[in-house]
Nanobody
Framework: QVQLVESGGGLVQTGGSLRLSCAAS????????MAWFRRAPGKEREAVAT????????YDTDSVKGRFTISRDNAKNTVFLQMNSLKSEDTAVYYC????????????WGQGTQVTVSS
């Protein structure tokens, strides 16, 4: 089992930056694909960014390309999401998730952290 705890959310003005962290415990995540998802009010949950088990490959959804960067530190069992040039439409609850490389479903989820961007 993997337990995930997000932190770093908060209230920021348009154009500002935040860095989200996802600390894992229970087992090492070095063999897991990690991802950040978000759910905005009244909208479906969407994948924001993913990173391969070794950090060599990342994916960002179009709306955050060039603004958000996902990274990981396997030695610290932690994943990060650096968010720059924040927009009001980035307001959402952000969730960290993990899956093994053998299963295409994210089985482990954090409780979420609120990000609010004010204009």
């Amino acid at each position: 089992q993997v337990q995930l705890v997000e932190s770093g959310g908060g209230l920021v003005q348009t154009g500002g930056s935040l860095r989200l962290s996802c600390a894992a415990s229970g087992r090492a995540i070095s063999s897991h694909v990690m991802a950040w998802f978000r759910r905005a009010p009244g909208k479906e949950r969407e994948a924001v960014a993913t990173i391969s088990w070794d950090g060599a490959s990342t994916y960002d959804t179009d709306s955050v390309k060039g603004r958000f960067t996902i990274s990981r530190d396997n030695a610290k069992n932690t994943v990060f999401l650096q968010m720059n040039s924040l927009k009001s439409e980035d307001t959402a609850v952000y969730y960290c998730a993990a899956r093994t490389v053998f299963v295409n479903e994210y089985l482990y989820w954090g409780q979420g952290t609120q990000v609010t961007v004010s204009s």
